[in-house]
């Protein structure tokens, strides 16, 4: 059975609503955490790329990563749980996995399911909660990883589409 269904939800799927990059977080982690996602990742042969400015490298280890300079351009890890689904994580800082999904690619049941599957994951792996704000609002999440529930559920009202 589905988390969500895409009727129920369509609106926070919605780029003119939700901004086409809505923010997926996992606040209060740490250097152990970010390293536990990138197993994951490993263990899972989801594709990825590991990128620092322009230049694709080997994935490091989380302390690697979360140790560059303050002034060091941010790196990113593009990873596709599936082929039509891409989802960019940013090593900000080690105290919240923050990552980007494009809601353009987000459409239909289909691919709900496979980000509801995604964000179930690291929310499974980590024991926390996984949130998603609308793009630029953080800390107002309309739909999450619930611990208890161990599944999708929503946080908020979708918007009539």
């Known amino acids: 059975m589905a988390d969500l269904l895409w009727?129920?939800?369509?609106?926070?799927?919605?780029?003119?609503?939700m901004g086409a990059l809505p923010d997926i977080r996992v606040p209060g982690t740490s250097v152990e955490d970010w390293q536990?996602?990138?197993?994951?990742?490993?263990?899972?042969?989801?594709?990825?790329?590991y990128v620092e400015g322009e230049t694709v490298l080997p994935v490091p280890p989380a302390g690697?990563?979360?140790s560059r300079p303050p002034d060091a351009e941010c790196p990113s890890l593009r990873v596709r749980p599936d082929t039509a689904v891409l989802a960019i994580?940013?090593?900000?800082?080690?105290?919240?996995?923050?990552?980007?999904?494009?809601?353009?690619?987000?459409?239909?049941q289909a691919r709900l399911d496979v980000f509801c599957g995604f964000v179930r994951e690291i929310g499974r792996r980590l024991g926390k909660?996984?949130?998603?704000?609308?793009?630029?609002?953080h800390g107002h999440p309309v739909l999450g990883?619930?611990?208890?529930?161990?599944?999708?559920?929503?946080?908020?009202?979708?918007?009539?589409?």
């Open 129 to 137: 909660p996984v949130f998603m704000d609308p793009e630029g609002d």
């Open 7 to 17: 009727d129920d939800v369509k609106g926070f799927f919605d780029p003119e609503v």
């Open 89 to 108: 994580f940013r090593f900000g800082s080690d105290d919240e996995i923050d990552f980007d999904v494009d809601l353009r690619e987000l459409q239909g």
């Open 64 to 66: 690697v990563v979360l």
């Open 145 to 161: 990883f619930d611990v208890g529930a161990d599944r999708v559920v929503l946080l908020a009202q979708p918007p009539v589409r």
């Open 36 to 49: 536990a996602v990138l197993d994951l990742v490993a263990e899972r042969g989801w594709q990825c790329e």
